[in-house]
């Protein structure tokens, strides 16, 4: 069955950056994009942007441009979400999530990584 | 980018009952391009209905979805204990694909 399994929780000092693994099994993890949504605690769901696993191209959210940055290793059928210059308001759950083949929804999500940011 | 406005905001309801939740978007959403998520406590998203009405893998079918331009609408037929969580609409008519801000399901 397909299954996305995300690197640990982590805790990191303002200013740092961070970068978080999704691990893909169960299916082509080429055919299929990765898209990495931030949920604060207690909060709704933003997304934050895509990559295509085959070509490696990446859309992001305007929100987010310049300071994430999306990379695959095919090789081992895993996504990466790097993240830079966190902040304290970064303390959130980032969730990797498979983009379905009938559109650009998300039917399949990673167990979510916890990132604490903190002096 | 299209704004999702979902209410109420929070729903309590006893097992059985039946359960409406909105979804209004800021402009229309084309070819009905939405879905809902349920988001349990401690747990990742998991997708419920797509293309507004269209029950995903292994779904009950006491979750239905309708609806279409700016209103959709997720109905709970008979709500039982598991059913507490929070549900999501999403858009991907256009990019940025946006939530809504969440519709919290309580059971008493």
């Known amino acids: 069955q397909v299954q996305l399994v995300q690197s640990g929780a982590e805790v990191k000092k303002p200013g740092a950056s961070v970068k978080v693994s999704c691990k893909a099994s169960?299916?082509?993890?080429?055919?299929?994009?990765i898209h990495w949504v931030r949920q604060a605690p207690g909060q709704g769901l933003e997304w934050m942007g895509r990559?295509?696993?085959?070509?490696?191209?990446?859309n992001y959210a305007q929100n987010f441009q310049g300071w994430v940055t999306m990379t695959r290793d095919t090789s081992i059928s895993t996504a990466y979400m790097e993240v830079s210059g966190l902040k304290s308001d970064d303390t959130v759950v980032y969730y990797c999530?498979?983009?379905?083949?009938?559109?650009?929804?998300?039917?399949?999500w990673g167990q979510g990584t916890l990132v604490t940011v903190s002096s | 980018e299209i704004v999702l406005t979902q209410s109420p905001g929070t729903l309590s309801l006893s097992p059985g009952e039946r359960a409406t939740l909105s979804c209004r978007a800021s402009?229309?959403?084309?070819?009905?391009?939405l879905v809902w998520y349920q988001q349990k406590p401690g747990q990742a998203p998991r997708l419920l209905i797509h293309?507004?009405?269209s029950r995903a893998t292994g779904i009950p079918d006491r979750f239905s979805g309708s609806g279409s331009g700016t209103d959709f609408t997720l109905t709970i037929s008979r709500l039982e204990p598991e059913d507490l969580a929070v549900y999501y609409c999403?858009?991907?008519?256009?990019?940025?694909?946006?939530f809504g801000q969440g519709t919290k399901v309580e059971i008493k």
């Open positions: 999530a498979r983009e379905a083949y009938t559109g650009i929804y998300f039917d399949s």
């Open positions: 169960g299916y082509t993890f080429s055919g299929y994009y």
């Open positions: 990559i295509n696993p085959n070509s490696g191209g990446t």
């Open positions: 402009e229309s959403v084309s070819s009905s391009y």
């Open positions: 293309g507004a009405s």
């Open positions: 999403q858009q991907y008519a256009s990019s940025p694909w946006t």
